[in-house]
């Protein structure tokens, strides 16, 4: 039990035998009465959001996770396959699992996946990760301060710099989607 104040971005928490993750945290100190945290959480079964709020006295039950190191092996539809890199034994993760990481994971890279009493929950991802131009318009000269769409191999599309072509790796916060520079 953790008590709410001691909540942080990104724990799970369980309430009503449901597994939810903090998406947004915010601590609320009224002028009269007690203060109290703000939650916004999702289900990390279902995907469904919903918010709580605490009592700042209020015990509240986290969930302990465990992050492993699996190699993504391939997809068959909407089931990826996972392989523990210790004791090689293959997990399934469904699409709903993966959520936004999707458009990040490559076959046969290894990824950080959070598991909860050894059932896989999702993919921990780093802040910055190199992705491939598959497709953009081509470079514009003479035009500043600009923007154009280029999407990557997997289907996301980021906004670019004019001078981005296509074949190039580019660096992108896997949190907001957005471009920071140019892989090196």
Known sequence: MTVATQIKLGNVVILDGELYKVIKLTHITPGKGNAVVQTDLRNVKSGVKTNK????????????????????????????????????QQYELSRDLIAEAIHFIVPENVYEVSTYEEAPMGIVLPTRVAIQVAQTDPAQ????????????????????????????????????????????
């Open 53 to 88: 709020r605490f009592r700042s006295s209020e015990d509240v039950e986290t969930a302990e996770i465990r992050t492993i190191k699996m190699q993504y092996l391939y997809n068959e539809g909407d089931t990826f396959h996972f392989m523990d890199q210790e004791n090689y």
């Open 141 to 184: 000269k003479g035009v500043q301060g600009k923007t154009k769409i280029a999407k990557s191999e997997s289907g996301l599309s980021v906004k670019v710099p004019l001078f981005i072509e296509e074949g190039e790796s580019i660096v992108v916060n896997t949190e907001t989607n957005e471009y920071i520079e140019r892989a090196k």
